[in-house]
């Protein structure tokens, strides 16, 4: 009985302070994940869109993280570190309940050794009293054994119990973190896996490549076109004053013909001017007009649909890459601000009937 106290006090008394350090552990990791995030948002307010939103969900997402091992260590704490801590006193109250029924053990075997020695001396008298002592003693230790066998038998029964469920709860709180974890890290994988890269690898470009630009402007592709035909075509030599006395005349003589000519062409080519009238002097159906009306309206109502769907489709492809490109973390407070919009609505609707 006593070894199983000692055991107990010495293994369960080193696993509690090992549970208690690896949840002091854990605590520390999340400080430090805390401090990654805030690095995280500061990194991702210099960068480009692309990468801004990437690093804003993951760290969106390591922040959920931290508030799921915040609640591992109070779990830890709470669950598994303080009913371990609890079998300081347990041990301490066993052992006193052992010392005690182990001095009543020793009063009675001292009483039947004393009725020992009466029986060999053989005095009649005091070998009734000594018997008489003796029955007690021996019943008081048997009521001290079996006391002594139930309370450590109560013990060892309690023992079990209270490390089967510890444990239980330990490896729960560890795999409830996990399963979390595990769930938030894939929607950031994929979140990450989405992100592109090149976008912003050419905004990059277009800021550093400033000298490009520049040069660009003295070496156009226009620029070297006008060049090569200048070079292709050269210049003619500069004109004399008899040239240029004979060139007037002979514009002036060949732009005479040519405004003829061009006079003659309009007055073929003009339209008859009684032709608005013979327009406006056509029949007026009144049937036709209301069904090219009716057509038309129609047109309008199908376009209205057809820009309603466009409209439709565009809104939910938005949203679905605005969900896409969320972070978990803004998905499920989303998530939560509809359940208690609904709840408010329901509890609203009850209270007003």
């Known amino acids: 009985m006593d070894q199983t106290v000692k055991r107990a006090e010495k293994y369960l008394g080193e696993i509690c302070s090992l549970l208690a350090s690896y949840t002091r552990k854990t605590a520390k990791l999340r400080d430090k994940a805390d401090l990654l995030v805030v690095q995280l948002f500061d990194f991702s307010s210099t960068e480009d869109p692309e990468l801004q939103t990437g690093l804003k969900n993951l760290a969106e997402d390591l922040a959920m993280v931290q508030d799921y091992r915040q609640a591992?260590?109070?779990?830890?704490?709470?669950?598994?570190?303080?009913p371990l801590k609890a079998y300081g006193d347990i041990v301490k109250n066993k052992r006193a309940d052992l010392k005690?029924?182990?001095?009543?053990?020793?009063?009675?075997?001292?009483?039947?050794?004393?009725?020992?020695?009466?029986?060999?001396?053989?005095?009649?008298?005091?070998?009734?009293?000594?018997?008489?002592?003796?029955?007690?003693?021996?019943?008081?230790?048997?009521?001290?054994?079996?006391?002594l066998e139930e309370t450590i038998t109560d013990f060892q029964r309690q023992k079990l119990k209270d490390i089967k469920s510890i444990f239980t709860d330990f490896i729960t709180v560890e795999m409830l973190f996990h399963a979390k974890a595990l769930e938030v890290y894939t929607h950031t994988y994929h979140n990450l896996e989405a992100m592109n890269t090149e976008k912003d690898l050419e905004l990059f470009n277009g800021r550093i490549k400033m000298s490009d630009s520049r040069t660009g402007r003295l070496d156009t592709p226009l620029s070297r076109y006008s060049s090569s035909l200048m070079s292709s075509y050269p210049s003619p030599p500069l004109a004399s004053p008899k040239s240029l006395s004979l060139r007037s005349t002979l514009s002036s003589a060949t732009g005479k013909s040519h405004r003829q000519q061009h006079s003659q062409y309009l007055?073929?080519?003009?339209?008859?001017?009684?032709?608005?009238?013979?327009?406006?002097?056509?029949?007026?159906?009144?049937?036709?007009?209301?069904?090219?009306?009716?057509?038309?309206?129609?047109?309008?109502?199908?376009?209205?649909?057809?820009?309603?769907?466009?409209r439709r489709y565009e809104s939910g492809t938005e949203r679905g890459?605005?969900?896409?490109?969320?972070?978990?973390?803004?998905?499920?407070a989303q998530v939560c601000a509809q359940k208690y919009a609904h709840l408010h609505r329901k509890h609203y609707s009850y209270t007003a009937l």
């Open 321 to 332: 890459q605005n969900t896409s490109r969320q972070s978990y973390a803004a998905q499920y």
């Open 72 to 82: 591992q260590v109070e779990r830890l704490e709470m669950r598994v570190v303080a």
């Open 267 to 310: 007055n073929t080519d003009r339209r008859p001017e009684n032709s608005l009238i013979c327009s406006l002097a056509a029949p007026y159906n009144v049937r036709d007009t209301w069904k090219r009306r009716k057509s038309s309206r129609r047109r309008k109502r199908k376009k209205k649909k057809k820009k309603k769907k466009k």
């Open 100 to 147: 005690k029924f182990s001095t009543d053990l020793n009063r009675e075997l001292k009483e039947l050794q004393k009725l020992e020695k009466i029986r060999l001396r053989k005095p009649a008298d005091r070998q009734s009293i000594a018997e008489v002592n003796a029955q007690k003693a021996s019943n008081n230790s048997q009521h001290s054994i079996r006391q």
